[in-house]
T-cell receptor
Framework: ETGVTQTPRHLVMGMTNKKSLKCEQH?????MYWYKQSAKKPLELMFV???????ENNSVPSRFSPECPNSSHLFLHLHTLQPEDSALYLC???????????FGPGTRLLVL | GESVGLHLPTLSVQEGDNSIINCAYS??????FIWYKQESGKGPQFIID?????DKRQGQRVTVLLNKTVKHLSLQIAATQPGDSAVYFC????????????FGQGTTLQVKP
């Protein structure tokens, strides 16, 4: 285990639903990340938080809303998603913005 | 634009042989490179990293080589085992210290018993 946990591991939602993904890190890191991993595509960085402050938004649609209440927890709030948003959503953390990033197991999301 | 690419999408090797997975990067300003391994149903797992002031770094059964002249990175796995079967990603940090990693598309390593 990497010390980064994600819940739920699997999620099926309709396009009108609202759901949230949760990430928690037990490594004492202060930077946290959301990535999207789609089939046949490289990992896409979505958001970066450093000391609870968002430092990167990689042109992510507003139907994805991140929240970082403290350095150990990161959420991704989802609403009115599209089927093309179906993917594996990975959370990572690092010690500082330039430290090695350690990933959680991901949430497999299916939007119907 | 920035991109990181792997030369082969799939590599098949015999158990016990050595494996070499290659990666080409495009940003000459990158000074930090990482290899990750991703098994089915899991998140990427850190394997080894290297900074641009080095050209070789060794870990347990793995070696990373960096050739800055041709912007090439490779991961060598000695005595490949069935448990090494996974997708391997290289990543670079690009320009600036933003924490933004740029990932390649991945090479699937298949180990034949």
């Amino acid at each position: 285990e990497t010390g980064v946990t994600q819940t739920p591991r699997h999620l099926v939602m309709g396009m009108t639903n609202k759901k949230s993904l949760k990430c928690e890190q037990h490594l004492g890191h202060n930077a946290m990340y959301w990535y999207k991993q789609s089939a046949k595509k490289p990992l896409e960085l979505m958001f970066v938080y450093n000391f609870k402050e968002q430092t990167e938004n990689n042109s992510v649609p507003s139907r994805f809303s991140p929240e970082c209440p403290n350095s150990s927890h990161l959420f991704l709030h989802l609403h009115t998603l599209q089927p093309e948003d179906s993917a594996l959503y990975l959370c990572a953390s690092s010690s500082g913005s330039t430290g090695t990033q350690y990933f959680g197991p991901g949430t497999r999301l299916l939007v119907l | 634009g920035e991109s990181v690419g792997l030369h082969l999408p799939t590599l098949s090797v015999q158990e016990g042989d050595n494996s070499i997975i290659n990666c080409a990067y495009s940003n000459s300003a990158s000074d930090y490179f990482i290899w990750y391994k991703q098994e089915s149903g899991k998140g990427p797992q850190f394997i080894i990293d290297i900074r641009s002031n080095m050209d070789k770094r060794q870990g347990q059964r793995v070696t990373v080589l960096l050739n800055k002249t041709v912007k090439h990175l490779s991961l060598q796995i000695a005595a490949t085992q069935p448990g090494d079967s996974a997708v391997y990603f290289c990543a670079e940090n690009g320009s600036g210290n933003t924490g933004k990693l740029i990932f390649g598309q991945g090479t699937t390593l298949q180990v034949k018993p």
